[in-house]
T-cell receptor, first 113, second 113 residues
Framework: GEEVAQTPKHLVRGEGQKAKLYCAPI?????VFWYQQVLKNEFKFLIS????????ETGMPKERFSAKCLPNSPCSLEIQATKLEDSAVYFC???????????FGSGTRLTVV | AQSVTQPDIHITVSEGASLELRCNYS??????LFWYVQSPGQGLQLLLK??????LVQGIKGFEAEFKRSQSSFNLRKPSVHWSDAAEYFC???????????FGGGTRVLVKP
């Protein structure tokens, strides 16, 4: 399809619980990106993939965050033990290998209580 | 490290009036430049992009942007705003194809009737 599909739209977790977010990129797009948007509208880059390989993970808090993009499956972002400060909207974006710009999904709003 | 500055946090404009949103970037070379719009509770929609060539770029919804290398700027303009243009606007840069986006802090546009 021509849209980046993110599920679920909303997710509520208690502190310390696991959260798992999914992203189906546009078919044919080689790159997948995850961004975190916190309350002040700041976008923080987390991680990117080129096909199923990690391309850039400089933004990932590695002690609790992990991500995968496996063939024939949606990409996933997992937070092992959520903290209050993880509350944010998580956006996935995909792009082709050439500089065509990115298509963003509609995001998953994670609320940690 | 590259950075993006949007000096105006809020702009209020009357319907039918012109709009200009400022964006300045800091990067050694000319990056790829983007403007995105985000409506409340929504994802990011690409308005336009600049990679090379003509420095005046036309986008969707009647928007245009001008790249000025000497000023490291990529300002967004619209000659006549509509009430539906009320949203948050983000400028972003990408240092090379496939790399992460660095976002500005956003400008919230309010449209008065």
């Amino acid at each position: 399809g021509e849209e980046v599909a993110q599920t679920p739209k909303h997710l509520v977790r208690g502190e310390g619980q696991k959260a798992k977010l999914y992203c189906a990129p546009i078919k044919g797009h080689s790159y997948v990106f995850w961004y975190q948007q916190v309350l002040k509208n700041e976008f923080k880059f987390l991680i990117s993939f080129q096909n199923e390989n990690v391309f850039d993970e400089t933004g990932m808090p590695k002690e609790r965050f992990s991500a995968k993009c496996l063939p024939n499956s949606p990409c996933s972002l997992e937070i092992q033990a959520t903290k209050l400060e993880d509350s944010a909207v998580y956006f996935c974006a995909s792009s082709q290998s050439t500089a065509e710009g990115y298509t963003f999904g509609s995001g998953t709003r994670l609320t940690v209580v | 490290a590259q950075s993006v500055t949007q000096p105006d946090i809020h702009i209020t404009v009357s319907e039918g009036a012109s709009l200009e949103l400022r964006c300045n970037y800091s990067y050694g070379a000319t990056p790829y430049l983007f403007w995105y719009v985000q409506s409340p509770g929504q994802g990011l929609q690409l308005l336009l992009k600049y990679f090379s060539g003509d420095t005046l770029v036309q986008g969707i919804k009647g928007f245009e942007a001008e790249f000025k290398r000497s000023q490291s700027s990529f300002n967004l303009r619209k000659p006549s705003v509509h009430w539906s243009d009320a949203a948050e606007y983000f400028c972003a840069v990408e240092k090379a194809a496939g790399n992460k986006l660095t976002f500005g802090g956003g400008t919230r546009v309010l449209v008065k009737p």
